[in-house]
């Protein structure tokens, strides 16, 4: 009979810590020398049970465990790699490392999260994810200090949602949700990336640096939830079933806040005089006289943003004219963020009695809609900014 070589080995445990290093992008031996300096309550287990002793080598003895546990853990998840990024995800399918539903549940979402900091999506959004952008990030990883490794896994998942969701119909946070066995919060995330993607915004300019991922993510929910076609299908004014209903901005809605600005500077007087009424008791009496004096000028910047954003140039450059036409000027005159919340509410509450505007009720709607989203952006911006 030929001989036979016959292994035998018990089931690689899932360990959630070595996992986690693994998406870091730490290699095999970082890896062990990143568990070896955390390995005290092994250390005191080892000696106990006299295994320490035993080996005659100490040192030598926990490197070796470490090496040997790490490079081990590394395989299978290199080797259940394979099902996570199937869409939807189907750990459920292999056998190398039996788990619960919970523990895919949890190996998915970790597989899918961003650096602590989100860093790497911070270079990321509002570019097209291609392969030559892939090519170039040994710049983002020295850039932010995140391993290549996982530059590379998160702009791979980025690239693979943007593709699946983009002409799903329906929202896009649920198709996330469903496609990828994503939590919200997360698939909210990525919500934001692939509406940032699909609109183009530019986020890498100077004036910007201030904001991180999380600060655009606040705002870009607010777009969707207001903005979209499928804000418009929610208030019941499109049909819900249209196409890419969370990743396209409604062009109607565009279109009736392009009348916007004419409409209310024909009423300016009016305007400023409610906004300010509106703000009294607000504000000290000081801060009030003064924005009484810079409102048309603050108030036009708002109005003249509204104007271009039907033009494509001028949409992806939201971010951009709110910082350099609107926050420039706030933080010159010293306004908190407070202040300039209750300025954006102002402008929106005063609307209300201006009887042009009033009268067109879409336009009016589509004025409303756009504050929201802009009032939003101006306090992230004005906190992001004392942060920073």
Request: proline letters at 3%; hydrophobic letters at 40%.
């Amino acid at each position: 009979m030929p001989e036979v070589d016959i292994c035998v080995g018990d089931p690689v445990q899932i360990e959630l810590a070595v996992y986690e290093l693994w998406l870091k992008g730490l290699s095999v031996n970082e890896a062990a020398r990143h568990r070896e300096t955390h390995a005290e309550k092994l250390v005191n287990r080892l000696e106990s049970s006299q295994q320490l002793t035993q080996s005659g080598s100490p040192d030598g003895f926990l490197s070796s465990v470490m090496q040997g546990e790490t490079s081990d853990q590394y395989f299978a998840y290199n080797m259940l790699e394979t099902w996570m990024v199937s869409v939807p995800p189907t750990l459920g399918a292999q056998a190398i490392m039996p788990m619960s539903p919970s523990q895919q549940q949890k190996l998915i979402e970790l597989y899918f999260s961003f650096d602590k900091h989100t860093f790497v999506p911070r270079e990321l959004i509002g570019k097209k994810l291609t392969g030559r952008l892939r090519s170039n990030l040994d710049d983002v990883a020295e850039k932010t200090g995140v391993p290549l490794k996982s530059c590379r896994r998160q702009f791979d998942n980025m690239r693979r949602v943007f593709r699946q969701v983009e002409d799903l119909p329906g929202c896009l946070v649920a198709n996330i949700q469903r496609t990828f066995l994503l939590p919200r919060d997360l698939a909210s995330k990525y919500a934001s990336i692939v509406f940032m993607a699909n609109s183009k915004f530019e986020t890498s300019k100077k004036r910007l640096n201030y904001l991180s991922f999380n600060d655009f993510h606040v705002c870009v929910e607010q777009m969707i939830d207001h903005w979209t076609v499928g804000a418009e299908a929610v208030s019941g004014e499109q049909d819900v079933t249209a196409a890419n209903v969370d990743t396209d901005v409604d062009r109607l809605f565009l279109q009736e806040l392009k009348e916007v600005r004419g409409i209310v500077e024909a009423e300016s007087d009016s305007h400023r005089s409610l906004a300010v009424a509106h703000l009294h008791g607000k504000l000290p009496d000081q801060q009030l006289s003064t924005l009484d004096a810079q409102f048309k000028q603050l108030s036009k910047c708002i109005l003249k943003i509204a104007e271009g954003l039907v033009h494509k140039t001028e949409f992806k450059d939201f971010f951009s004219d709110l910082e350099e036409k609107f926050m420039e000027p706030c933080r010159q005159w010293e306004y908190t963020a407070e202040e300039i919340g209750q300025f954006v509410t102002a402008m929106s509450e005063s609307s209300r009695q201006l009887e042009q505007l009033t009268r067109r009720k879409r336009t009016h709607a589509a004025y409303q809609k756009y504050l929201k989203a802009v009032l939003v952006c101006v306090q992230q911006f004005a906190v992001a900014k004392k942060r920073y």
